[in-house]
């Protein structure tokens, strides 16, 4: 019996760096709203795959109301987020009621990430327990201690992407520990848990949408994915 997967989509967000009130994940990307862009990419890679996408409840009724509009009628459970993306995860978690299989959790506004990226997520998944899609560094960076800089090797560091993929015993296991504001994505909620966290490439097309020139950015990725066929 094949392995079943799952993904947890999770999209809190709101407008305010947008300098709008539409929360982010359901603002337009080339006419499509980003939260919709973000589920098909998931059927895209599988449509065997089970998905849960966890809201705040002041938003279901405008998420409904998005499927109506642009006719979207993929299958999938939606369910109600915490008050912060640790207890919005935990909650999505907590609808999966087996303890066997795999789990994508992944950002709503992350809209661009490829079927490749998620199907190797799962695959790497299923051998180590673990796997979190993470990019190098392009630029150099400097750490600061008050008015202190000092260059640091920009080999050494990794920026984290979603998803981040985990074996559902393991996730499941981590998120039973107390919230703390470290605790900033799933990966660092396992290692604090006591797991170890194994790393994969991910795409530096895969931008999380937080900012208005985000959205230019990931139109011009979407043209230029579109006119390379």
Request: a positive charge; aromatic letters at 8%.
């Amino acid at each position: 019996m094949a392995t079943q997967e799952y993904a947890i989509i999770v999209a809190g967000g709101k407008g305010s760096r947008m300098n709008s009130a539409t929360p982010k994940q359901f603002m337009l990307l080339n006419g499509i709203p980003i939260l919709i862009h973000t589920i098909n990419a998931f059927f895209e890679y599988s449509d065997q795959i089970k998905i849960i996408l966890v809201l705040p409840q002041n938003d279901i009724a405008t998420w409904e109301g998005l499927c109506a509009k642009y006719r979207f009628k993929k299958p999938l459970q939606t369910t109600v987020g915490g008050t912060s993306r640790f207890e919005s995860v935990k909650k999505g978690l907590a609808q999966i009621e087996r303890e066997n299989g795999l789990v994508a959790i992944h950002d709503g506004v992350r809209p661009l990430v490829s079927p490749d990226i998620i199907a190797t997520s799962f695959k790497l998944a299923a051998v180590h327990q673990s796997a979190i899609a993470a990019v190098r560094l392009k630029e150099s960076i400097r750490i600061i201690n008050q008015d202190i800089t000092k260059a640091v090797d920009r080999a050494n560091y990794r920026l984290i992407q979603t998803p981040q993929t985990f074996a559902l015993s393991l996730i499941k296991q981590a998120y039973e520990i107390k919230e703390e504001a470290s605790l900033t994505d799933d990966a660092s909620v396992a290692e604090r848990a006591g797991y170890t966290i194994s790393l994969f490439e991910g795409s530096y097309e895969n931008i999380k949408v937080t900012t208005p020139e985000d959205i230019a950015v990931a139109e011009a990725l979407l043209n230029y994915r579109k006119n390379k066929g």
